[in-house]
């Protein structure tokens, strides 16, 4: 399957279906998230999310985006991928793609998020603060991660 994957740059009529991978993936791995919580970040990702980062989505050989990835600012805001296509290589190579091609060494992770935590970890970054609120100030905690490299200088 790793083969048939490309990278692109989303178009906006790709947002629809980036919101469909975003809050699949969201329900799947942050089942600590209430409903309602849920549907309004759903309309910030919509909104104002999508727009405040450089995309970049994984699509498979029939153009079905598979998952997706947002940077700024030498940053990770958002990496999500379908939950029918978690483990099968596309999470890595949006976050190498993020790494290698638009400089981003830092990210945040939610810590009730285990399963994201674990992979970032296993991607070659390291814990370098926490912070007990999300980024808007609910009591979800956040890992704050920096890629591991002794040339790399503090995140953000």
Same mark, same amino acid.
């Given at each position: 399957?790793? *083969? !048939? ?8 009529? %790709? ?8 809050? /699949? *993936?969201?329900? !799947?791995?942050? %089942? ?9 970040? =759903? ?8 727009? !405040? ?6 699509? %498979? ?7 997706? !990835? #947002?940077?700024?600012? #030498? ?8 939950? $029918?296509? =978690? ?16 400089? /981003? ?5 939610? $810590? ?13 970054? $390291? ?30």
């Amino acid at each position: 399957m790793q *083969s !048939a994957l490309t990278l692109q740059t989303p178009h906006l009529s %790709d947002y629809p279906k980036l919101v469909q991978v975003w809050e /699949a *993936s969201v329900r !799947a791995t942050h %089942d600590f998230l209430p409903d309602a919580y849920i549907v309004l970040l =759903r309309d910030n990702v919509l909104g104002k999310y999508l727009d !405040a980062v450089m995309l970049i989505c994984c699509k %498979d050989s029939r153009q079905r985006i598979l998952g997706f !990835a #947002g940077v700024a600012s #030498g940053r990770v805001d958002m990496l999500f991928v379908g939950p $029918e296509h =978690r483990g099968k290589g596309v999470g890595k190579r949006l976050l190498h793609y993020a790494i290698d091609e638009l400089n /981003a060494h830092c990210l945040d992770v939610n $810590e009730q998020n285990p399963q994201a935590v674990g992979f970032y970890l296993h991607e070659g970054f $390291e814990i370098t603060g926490r912070s007990p609120t999300d980024g808007l100030g609910q009591p979800y905690p956040l890992l704050h991660l920096r890629l591991k490299a002794p040339t790399l200088s503090h995140c953000g």
